[in-house]
Each structure stands twice: as C-alpha cells, then as structure tokens.
Nanobody
Framework: QVQLVESGGGLVQAGGSLRISCAAA????????MGWYRQAPGKQRELVAN???????NYADSVKGRFTISRENAKNTVFLQMNSLKPEDTAVYYC??????????WGQGTQVTVSS
C-alpha cells in the first residue's frame, strides 16, 4: 500500500510564499508521474501542476510564473514552491502519484490559507 504524506501547508499573507511537500512511502523502482491538485470550498478539484518521470512539468494557467513543481527522486518526494500567493490560492492541496498497473494514489491533503 502506498502512502503519500503531505506537509508544509499553513497560513500566509497575500504576496508571501510557502513550500509544500509530498513524500511517497513504499518502495518503488520506477520514477512515477506525480502532481498536485487543489480544492477550494464549494469548487471542484483542479489540477495545479504535475511532473512526469522525465522531469517535464505542466501548470495551470492560474499559477504559471508563481508556482514551481520539483521532485527529489531518491526520496520519492515532490515539492510545490508557491510564490506571490493570492487569496484565491486558498484551498486544500492534494498530491498524487500514478503507478503503472496500480492506478493513482492520493495524499490526505494539506490546507493552504492566504489572507488578504
């Protein structure tokens, strides 16, 4: 069973920065696609950013130029550096990992709150 453990969320003022992390427990011999979604109250979950096994990244238009996704393969960990945060970035952020033959695993979510 794969467990994704997120950390680093919290409260920050608009214009500030946060870095959230997601560590995938459980051994793997492959580098899998990972990424982040977020869900704000009353809204659907939306893709924020993802990174594939080759290190290629993809971002939602709303976070381009402000957020950076990266990974540390040796630790099977993905990071999301969030700069110039806005109140509309307030949401629960969920990480995921796709494992071939097993499907998608999700983290428990970490709250990010941006005050105006």
């Amino acid at each position: 069973q794969v467990q994704l453990v997120e950390s680093g969320g919290g409260l920050v003022q608009a214009g500030g920065s946060l870095r959230i992390s997601c560590a995938a427990a459980g051994s793997t011999f492959t580098i899998n696609p990972m990424g982040w979604y977020r869900q704000a109250p009353g809204k659907q979950r939306e893709l924020v950013a993802n990174i594939n096994s080759g290190g290629n990244t993809n971002y939602a238009d709303s976070v381009k130029g402000r957020f950076t996704i990266s990974r540390e393969n040796a630790k099977n960990t993905v990071f999301l550096q969030m700069n110039s945060l806005k109140p509309e970035d307030t949401a629960v952020y969920y990480c995921y990992e796709d494992r071939r033959g097993e499907g998608r695993y999700w983290g428990q979510g970490t709250q990010v709150t941006v005050s105006s």
